[in-house]
């Protein structure tokens, strides 16, 4: 058999089995750009398919189940899966697995994720599942009701968790995408950051060596650390980054952060703007320059801030990225910074409009 090493035989290849990657999943076809250049088709395919996304917050990341107010239902997966073509699941395993350095997993908890995931996946929505708030792994305080380990053991359990949703997981289909950690920060901040991923991602290729993984830079997933973000050998990489700029607006009223940033505040003049789309802007062109898709995995305000404004300001990010090609996922359905009451059963309108409309 003649093999042919040219550019554009190679680049004829790629094309095709992109093109078909996307026919089978519905969606419309071009050509890949450069921010595919060191993926693979398939990765590429699933990082166009993201488009508009959701985050099923505050329901298995907080340190127990209900501890945030709210407890998976039937209707949030219902919900997700109608208006969303992605569904992001922050679940914090380092809180439902045993304290040493195997971190079994609680396996009742774990079978509620499971439960969760498959009725997603089964309506056809991409899904991207995390390892959530370890704050131990970032030398962060805990939070209430977060067990602390030994210091020695907390990279260890990080990896086992890795190990045993690999496994458990390695069946999925390939729209569950694994994302490695969530807003990387503080003590894993640059370096090593960039030397732990690299053992998590060898952890989950051992079992599952094509899956799409989601891995994001330090500084709390935020685009500026993206060039201290050392890209793996590895062509199964989507990276997600979050913004939440400009922060005093987003977090007002935030009962737990150091500095109180006054509820009330408008949005959004010029300067205001100028700021939500800086980040979505840098990391656009960093993937451009990198060759690799990029995804905005969480954006949001507080219920704190005026409902017009968090409309306008959801609308700026959501049109910014949309213009760029960047799939995107809203923090969150529901919860302080969601988008529908859970209470009251109805949507936070004009939030609603500013994100589907």
């Known amino acids: 058999m003649t093999r042919c090493h040219t550019r554009s035989a190679h ?18 076809w071009s050509a890949p750009g450069p921010e595919c250049a060191n993926v693979s088709a398939q990765t590429c395919a699933l990082a166009a398919r993201l488009g508009r996304g959701v985050n099923l917050g505050d329901i298995y990341d907080p340190p127990q189940e209900g501890d945030w107010g709210q407890k998976m239902q039937p209707e949030f997966i219902d919900l997700a899966t109608k208006h969303f073509k992605t569904v992001r699941l922050p679940v914090r395993w380092s809180n439902h697995a045993s304290l040493d350095a195997a971190a079994t997993l609680d396996e009742g908890f774990a079978r509620r994720v499971d439960a969760s995931i498959d009725a997603l996946l089964a309506r056809g929505v991409v ?4 390892v959530h ?18 210091p020695e053991v907390v990279e260890a359990r990080f990896l086992s968790i890795w190990r045993q949703l690999a496994e458990r997981y390695k069946r999925k289909p390939d729209t569950l995408i694994f994302e490695l950690l969530n807003e990387p920060h503080d003590k894993l901040d640059g370096e090593p950051w960039n030397v732990l991923l690299r053992k998590a991602l060898a952890v989950v290729r051992s079992s599952n060596p094509s899956r799409t993984v989601m891995i994001g830079p330090t500084s709390w997933g935020h685009p500026k650390d993206l060039p ?25 009223g935030a009962s737990w952060l150091p500095a ?15 700021q939500a789309v800086a980040p979505i802007e840098a990391a656009y062109q960093w993937s451009v320059k990198m060759g690799y898709p990029v995804h905005l995995g969480e954006f949001g305000t507080l219920n704190r801030a005026p409902m017009e404004a968090r409309a306008a300001w959801a609308r700026i990010m959501r049109d910014a990225a949309e213009r760029r090609g960047i799939g995107w996922t809203y923090w969150g359905l529901v919860g302080g910074f969601g988008m529908w009451d859970a209470p009251r059963r109805q949507w936070h309108e004009p939030l609603r409009a500013a994100l589907l409309d």
């Open 228 to 252: 201290r973000l050392r890209m793996p050998a590895d062509r199964h990489v989507i990276v997600g980054f979050h913004t939440y700029d400009p922060f005093p607006f987003t977090h007002q």
């Open 11 to 28: 680049s004829a290849v790629w094309k095709f089995t992109l093109a078909a990657l996307l026919a089978t999943s519905g969606a419309a």
């Open 127 to 130: 899904v991207i599942v995390n």
């Open 133 to 150: 708030h370890y704050n131990q792994l970032h030398g962060s305080a805990l939070h209430r009701g977060e067990q602390e380990v030994p």
């Open 260 to 274: 109180k940033f006054p509820a009330g505040q408008p949005c959004c003049d010029e300067t205001q703007r100028a």
